[in-house]
């Protein structure tokens, strides 16, 4: 009988000891919105008397809780309350999630502070702004950038802001832009929506579905930048607040 409780404690100093990449901690990152964000936001203070962003959790030893005591939570649940069992994660994966909050409440958000108006926001968004033209919101908008409805439920304030600010530096892969070049020289440069070994995908300028064998191109090149402008010195602080305000608010329809 005493032989699990060893494996217990073996498996508690391991996750102890772990130390743990900027890549784990990624993917610690999406492995949160996946699992997490439904209950506790995108900022992690969705439930009242916990901020996970800021270390506090209620059911622990301590305020900051250790990483086995999180790592069982998340695995084994607690009884009575909304917080159920997943057995979709191992005990590395809870870990990596554990990093991630760590991280973030290590490093405070980078946001300008100011609050922002959700109502100026959106119409910033639609008018100033001109993000329609790129993105969509419900039914309004292009989809040459990524469908916005639901972003302010998978993404925190501060991933929001520095979206705006400095794009480059936030953008996820799947929302890169491609250039492919095709062996009669014709180029066509889109959002990327798919790429394996044998063929691409896009969405080019004019919204239009592009498929391609990669054995027909010349070249095709993932673009490193994003080709959504800063915004830094197009609108000002509070402007910025506004927008972000906004983008916070998008929940998706059944969640408005």
């Known amino acids: 009988m005493r032989l699990p409780l060893v494996f217990l404690l073996a498996a508690a100093a391991l996750l102890a000891q772990h130390s743990y990449s900027s890549a784990d901690i990624e993917d610690g990152g999406r492995l949160y919105r996946a699992y997490c964000t439904a209950c506790h936001g995108?900022?992690?203070n969705a439930i009242r008397g916990a901020d996970l962003s800021k270390g506090k959790f209620r059911r622990t030893s301590t305020?900051?809780?250790s990483e086995s005591e999180l790592v069982a939570i998340m695995e084994k649940g607690i009884p009575g309350t909304a917080m159920t069992p997943n057995e979709s994660l191992n005990d590395f994966q809870a870990a990596t999630i554990v990093a991630y909050l760590r991280?973030?409440?290590a490093n405070p958000s980078l946001t300008s502070g100011l609050a922002g108006d959700p109502a100026r926001g959106k119409?910033?968004?639609?008018?100033?702004g001109g993000c329609v033209s790129c993105h969509r919101v419900k039914d309004l908008g292009s989809r040459l950038g990524p469908n916005l409805s639901e972003i302010g439920s998978t993404r925190r304030t501060a991933e929001l802001e520095r979206a705006l600010v400095d794009p480059s530096a936030d953008a996820a892969p799947q929302n890169r832009s491609?250039?492919?070049?095709?062996k009669d020289g014709s180029s066509i440069t889109g959002r990327l929506l798919n790429i394996d070994t044998f063929s691409i995908q896009l969405l080019d300028s004019n919204e239009n579905l592009r498929s391609f064998v990669r054995s027909d191109?010349?070249?095709?090149?993932v673009l490193p930048k994003s080709s959504m402008p800063?915004?830094?010195d197009k609108l000002s602080p509070?402007?910025?607040a506004d927008v972000v305000s906004y983008l916070a608010s998008l929940k998706g329809i059944d969640k408005q």
Request: proline letters at 6%; charged letters at 30%; aromatic letters at 6%.
């Open 63 to 65: 305020p900051a809780g």
């Open 238 to 240: 509070q402007e910025i």
């Open 230 to 232: 800063s915004y830094k």
């Open 42 to 44: 995108p900022d992690g």
């Open 217 to 221: 191109l010349r070249e095709s090149t």
């Open 103 to 105: 991280s973030i409440a």
């Open 178 to 182: 491609v250039r492919v070049v095709t």
């Open 123 to 128: 119409e910033l968004f639609e008018n100033k």
